[in-house]
């Protein structure tokens, strides 16, 4: 197995060619997938006001057609996922050669797809409960494919192929017609995506009779791993200066959400199928966010207020498996319960829950950070 430094990269890597605020913005992203469930739950139930409610709803999913905070947390992994590809491919390219690179791919590739296997039961259920679709397994195609697309292919043909990903993906879903239903119908269960999963994808699924990381749906999602690759193939380019480099980012960022946001008029922003237009709204706000990380943690150099986001980014895997494993919310109880929990509700009800939800995720900053001292990182 290749084993990998703190930032993603494969070890031997130049610090020169490191990016702190990748594994900070890694790790805070991670956060909330650790964290949202729990806390938008307790917010939702806390007696806090219209503030309270407005936050709840931010990080709930939006239950089809539009966009809320928690939907931008996958599509931001899978971005930055990309952007670490140019810095740990092209490493292993000079040093092993291109075989060894696309080995390196395809093993990846595989034990991401494994572990999601895993996440969701592994065979403890009978083959035909065991889900094979999951966020996981779809980590591990959006890897394969863009993957290999870098190696293989040159920037501007990157972007060609991102662009056919979406236009193609947005020209089956408007005029391939759906048996019985017809063409250009983007509502839940009367889309092309989901008629495939119907039809073909095996397995458990998330939502019934399809699933939101079905078959279709990761052609679009590779796009979301290309535009972080772009992102990581700009900040990796030494003869542009730093500061140049963010302003870059952070401008492709914005001229990606207002072309999706306007291409979300004729064909909906929906992330259980991934559409094209989310793919855009999503990549330019990943961009914006890894251009405000990059300047203020690599260029500036301001990083003790992100420490606790590099532990948890370090170990990004590590801790989204630890989160299925054990259970935190659990072991909060036992130091936020009993009396505390009388006392807290008795301030407002419903505290108890968000301070549970809270320290929750501070245990999952205590385990991050003793691995990260300790040198231990999950090694793919």
């Not at 990269?9 to 594994?23: F, K, Q, Y």
């Not at 964290?35 to 219209?50: E, F, N, Q, R, T």
């Not at 966009?67 to 810095?87: K, N, R, W």
Request: hydrophobic content about 55%.
């Amino acid at each position: 197995m290749a084993s990998f430094s703190p930032s993603g990269e494969p070890a031997g890597v130049p610090p020169s060619e490191r990016l702190v605020s990748l594994d900070a913005l890694r790790g805070f992203d991670m956060m909330w997938i650790a964290g949202a469930d729990s806390l938008g739950g307790a917010l939702g139930h806390i007696d806090g006001g219209p503030v309270a409610r407005v936050l709840a709803r931010q990080l709930d999913h939006v239950p089809w057609a539009g966009l809320h905070f928690e939907d931008l947390i996958f599509p931001l992994f899978i971005f930055l996922m990309g952007v670490a590809i140019p810095f740990s491919l092209s490493r292993t390219v000079e040093v092993s050669g291109r075989p060894a690179a696309v080995a390196r791919i395809f093993r990846r590739a595989a034990l991401l797809f494994l572990l999601g296997v895993f996440y969701y039961g592994g065979l403890s259920h009978p083959i035909s409960d065991v889900r094979w679709a999951g966020v996981l397994q779809r980590f591990g195609l959006c890897y394969l494919g863009a993957g290999l697309l870098f190696l293989y292919v040159r920037p501007r043909g990157l972007v060609a192929v991102c662009a056919v990903l979406l236009v193609g993906y947005w020209a089956l879903l408007r005029f391939v017609p759906v048996p019985g239903i017809g063409a250009g119908h983007y509502a839940e269960g009367q889309n092309l995506a989901n008629w495939i999963d119907r039809r073909y994808l095996p397995g458990r699924m998330w939502d019934g009779d399809h699933d939101p990381e079905g078959y279709l749906s990761t052609f679009p999602a590779i796009a979301s791993c290309l535009l972080g690759i772009l992102c990581g193939l700009r900040l990796r380019d030494g003869s542009i200066a730093p500061r140049r480099r963010a302003a870059t980012l952070a401008a492709a960022g914005a001229v990606l959400l207002c072309l999706g946001l306007l291409w979300g008029i004729p064909f909906p922003i929906i992330k259980k199928i991934w559409t094209s237009s989310f793919v855009l709204v999503a990549g330019g706000i990943s961009a914006l966010a890894m251009a405000a990380f990059y300047l203020v943690i690599d260029v500036w150099r301001i990083r003790a207020w992100a420490a606790p986001f590099v532990w948890v980014g370090a170990n990004a895997i590590t801790i989204y498996l630890l989160c299925d494993i054990v259970d935190f919310g659990a072991l909060a109880r036992r130091f936020v319960g009993g009396n505390i929990t009388s006392w807290l509700d008795g301030m407002r009800p419903g505290l108890s829950g968000l301070a549970e939800a809270v320290f929750s995720i501070f245990l999952c900053f205590a385990v991050a950070r003793f691995l990260y001292r300790r040198r231990i990182f999950l090694r793919l």
